[in-house]
């Protein structure tokens, strides 16, 4: 069974910065990508930005120069470097792992982030 926990969320003031974790635990034989998603209140889930086995990254284009994906491959680890954040980055903030070779899709709990002054 593979399990997300997040961690690092909380209250940033404008301009502020925070630091989101991704502990992976259980059996993970082959990771496709991994990354995060917010969803605001009232709105759809989007992708925020993730990493794929190979190193490529994407982003939105709504954190693109503010926020950094990184992954600790021997620990299956992945974080989210958020700076300069906005109001407009308020949302809850979940972690998500993609396995090979079935293509699943496993999801932490989510860890809220306020952004507000």
């Known amino acids: 069974q593979v399990q997300l926990v997040e961690s690092g969320g909380g209250l940033a003031q404008p301009g502020g910065s925070l630091r989101l974790s991704c502990a992976t635990s259980?059996?993970?034989?082959?990771?496709?990508?991994m990354g995060w998603y917010r969803q605001a209140p009232g709105k759809q889930r989007e992708m925020v930005a993730r990493i794929f086995s190979r190193g490529d990254i994407e982003y939105s284009n709504s954190v693109k120069g503010r926020f950094t994906i990184s992954r600790d491959n021997a620990e299956n680890t992945v974080f989210l470097q958020m700076n300069t954040l906005k109001r407009g980055d308020t949302a809850v903030y979940y972690c998500?792992?993609?396995?090979?070779?079935?293509?699943?899709?496993?999801w932490g709990q989510g860890t809220r982030v306020t952004v507000s002054s």
């Open positions: 998500n792992v993609v396995t090979l070779p079935t293509g699943t899709n496993y």
């Open positions: 259980g059996v993970i034989t082959s990771v496709y990508s």
